[in-house]
């Protein structure tokens, strides 16, 4: 089971997910796990707990092999 964050409703759940799939065209393809919010059914990213108080840059999540 994967934590899932819910930004609508702030929620955060647990779901298997899903594997999501896309050509970006800046980027080429791409790939996250996502799943349904239990409660507004929208489509919500992974929940990344952060411990420690790195900078996180925001950038896409990306499988692309460079
Ligand atoms: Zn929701």
Same mark, same amino acid.
């Given at each position: 089971? $994967?934590?899932?964050? @819910?930004?609508?409703?702030? $929620? %955060?759940?647990?779901?298997?997910? %899903? /594997?999501?799939?896309? %050509?970006?065209?800046? #980027?080429?393809?791409?790939?996250? %796990?996502?799943? /349904? @919010?239990?409660?507004? $059914?929208?489509?919500?990213?992974? #929940?990344?707990?952060?411990?420690?108080?790195?900078?996180?840059?925001?950038?896409?999540?990306?499988? @692309?092999?460079?």
């Amino acid at each position: 089971m $994967n934590k899932f964050y @819910c930004t609508r409703c702030k $929620n %955060i759940f647990e779901a298997e997910g %899903i /594997k999501k799939e896309w %050509i970006d065209s800046l #980027y080429g393809p791409c790939w996250k %796990i996502v799943a /349904k @919010c239990p409660l507004c $059914n929208s489509e919500c990213d992974e #929940y990344r707990a952060s411990g420690s108080s790195k900078k996180e840059k925001t950038l896409p999540s990306c499988g @692309c092999s460079l």
